[in-house]
T-cell receptor
Framework: DVKVTQSSRYLVKRTGEKVFLECVQD?????MFWYRQDPGLGLRLIYF???????EKGDIPEGYSVSREKKERFSLILESASTNQTSMYLC????????????FGAGTRLSVL | GQQLNQSPQSMFIQEGEDVSMNCTSS?????WLWYKQDPGEGPVLLIA?????ELTSNGRLTAQFGITRKDSFLNISASIPSDVGIYFC????????????FGSGTKLNVKP
């Protein structure tokens, strides 16, 4: 079974803090994604990566950056957290023989105070 | 990004009832995916559909890939309380597996 692990289930941070959300997958997948999920807005793509050190902006990249130094790990960085970044963050990966299914992590619920 | 049109937005049903929800798109899809998301959790894949007209079951769940390739349906038979959650459809843009579209979700409530 594919396993996508997000390091934190819940995080509480203060405005202005730098925040790191970590995601690790164990299936040697090439593509990894970060989404945020808000009520009424569905899933919105922040960034994705198709290879180590490669990244592409999604639909809402402002205020975020990402890092992919190793194939299995994709990090989302909030350079200076703001209250409007309070949300559920979901990591997903795709790859291997089945390239048309996204597998999700359990999510990180981030609250910025 | 673009969202798929999913309906209904929410459902309140009695345990034992059957449930049906659907997703439509203005574009053709080559794959339709159905996920379930429990409160506070990440989405879990329920069913994947790969061919127009395909009908696939997973226990009490049955999903169909529409003939036009622009829609898909998910049915849940004999609902139970643990079916509570949000169900949403998704699919990759044809020939671009870095771009996925998602439905807005159907919130299912099951009364024991």
């Amino acid at each position: 079974d594919v396993k996508v692990t997000q390091s934190s289930r819940y995080l509480v941070k203060r405005t202005g803090e730098k925040v790191f959300l970590e995601c690790v997958q164990d299936m040697d997948h090439e593509n990894m994604f970060w989404y945020r999920q808000d009520p009424g807005l569905g899933l919105r793509l922040i960034y994705f990566s198709y290879d180590v050190k490669m990244k592409e902006k999604g639909d809402i990249p402002e205020g975020y950056s990402v890092s992919r130094e190793k194939k299995e790990r994709f990090s989302l960085i909030l350079e200076s957290a703001s209250t409007n970044q309070t949300s559920m963050y979901l990591c997903a990966s795709v790859g291997g023989r089945v390239t048309n299914i996204q597998y999700f992590g359990a999510g990180t619920r981030l609250s910025v105070l | 990004g673009q969202q798929l049109n999913q309906s209904p937005q929410s459902m309140f049903i009695q345990e034992g009832e059957d449930v049906s929800m659907n997703c439509t798109s203005s574009s053709i899809f080559n794959t339709w995916l159905w996920y379930k998301q429990d409160p506070g959790e990440g989405p879990v894949l329920l069913i994947a559909l790969y061919k127009a007209g395909e009908l696939t079951s997973n226990g009490r769940l049955t999903a169909q890939f529409g003939i036009t390739r622009k829609d898909s349906f998910l049915n849940i038979s004999a609902s139970i309380p643990s079916d509570v959650g949000i169900y949403f459809c998704a699919g990759p843009v044809a020939y671009n597996f870095n771009k996925f579209y998602f439905g807005s979700g159907t919130k299912l409530n099951v009364k024991p």
